[in-house]
């Protein structure tokens, strides 16, 4: 898959951001120990003409977990009511160059909007070239019709796992620190045991990146490996809570070879199930 298909360039976007069919998302969301807020950086300073989704926000309500995927309806009202609409190209960005950002691209593809990209390099690189910034009360879009079709092969949950597991049909990668994959670091929320999914293997996200963007194809492949994995084999992708584990699915798609789903709950539900846990490294192959 052509790396232009899941990411676009500061030029690109400056060149269209006033185009009728372009919208600028902001996906800013940080875990606790950024010590960041992602609204009052998004009121302050943004890319000029950029709207807000917040993952917690636009989520399912009726879920203990974090951010679940809503139901189709009421991410159709949500996104809609942002001035997204059916046909437009949306591009998304983060604070961090690049986090949460794969998150909301993943987030609208399997909502249906097919063309979604990710800014790459994010609001640090945009800053950092001296790009248009916009400040002070952002402007209102208006409202447009997204037609929401959850696409329920791209997420897994628990029992899509276990079944992969047992069957050895498909791997699980987890993106968190190895720390915690081996169940020698607490876990950041209350309540949710230390360890990981036995069978699955690890690749903590930062290995395939440098300086807020994505490494080299080839290094990225490489890591891959490294951590076990067979490129040639069906994946699912797991972190904490399912936003670290769509920068290894973005990755994976610029080497060609998508992955079959990302695992929504992620360690936040298996770590706080009777499911079974194992600590240690992984066992490769």
């Known amino acids: 898959m052509p790396k232009d298909t899941v990411f676009v360039s500061t030029d690109w976007l400056s060149e269209r951001l006033d185009a009728p069919d372009v919208v600028v998302v902001d996906g800013s969301w940080y875990l606790p120990v950024h010590g960041k807020d992602p609204h009052a950086e998004y009121a302050a300073r943004r890319i000029p003409g950029a709207v807000h989704f917040d993952i917690d926000t636009v989520k399912d309500a009726n879920s203990s ?52 990209v990710i800014l790459e390099g994010g609001f640090p690189k945009w800053q950092d070239e001296g790009r248009a910034i916009e400040e002070g009360p952002p402007r209102a879009r208006a409202a447009r019709t997204f037609t929401a079709r959850l696409d329920h092969s791209a997420v897994a949950d628990a029992d899509d796992v276990a079944k992969a597991l047992a069957g050895g049909s498909v791997q699980v990668v987890d993106a968190r620190p190895a720390d915690r994959f081996r169940g020698e670091a607490p876990e950041p929320r209350a309540g949710v045991r230390s360890g990981h999914i036995p069978g699955s293997l690890n690749l903590p996200f930062p290995a395939i990146m440098q300086d807020g963007q994505l490494k080299s194809p080839e290094e990225i492949a490489a890591a891959f490996r490294e951590a076990g994995v067979d490129l040639d084999k069906p994946m699912i992708t797991s972190c904490g809570s399912g936003v670290s584990a769509a920068i290894l699915s973005a990755a994976l798609e610029t080497i060609g070879k998508p992955p079959r789903a990302i695992y929504d709950g992620s360690w936040a539900e298996w770590g706080t199930s009777d499911r079974p846990l194992a600590t240690g490294p992984a066992t490769k192959g």
Not at 105 to 115: E, I, K, L, Y
């Open 65 to 116: 977990l974090p951010h679940m995927l809503p139901r189709p309806e009421v991410f159709a009202a949500a996104v809609g009511a942002m001035g997204i609409g059916d046909g437009m190209r949306i591009v998304v960005y983060d604070g961090l160059g690049l986090f949460s950002a794969p998150r909301v691209r993943w987030t609208f593809r399997t909502f249906g909007a097919r063309d979604v």
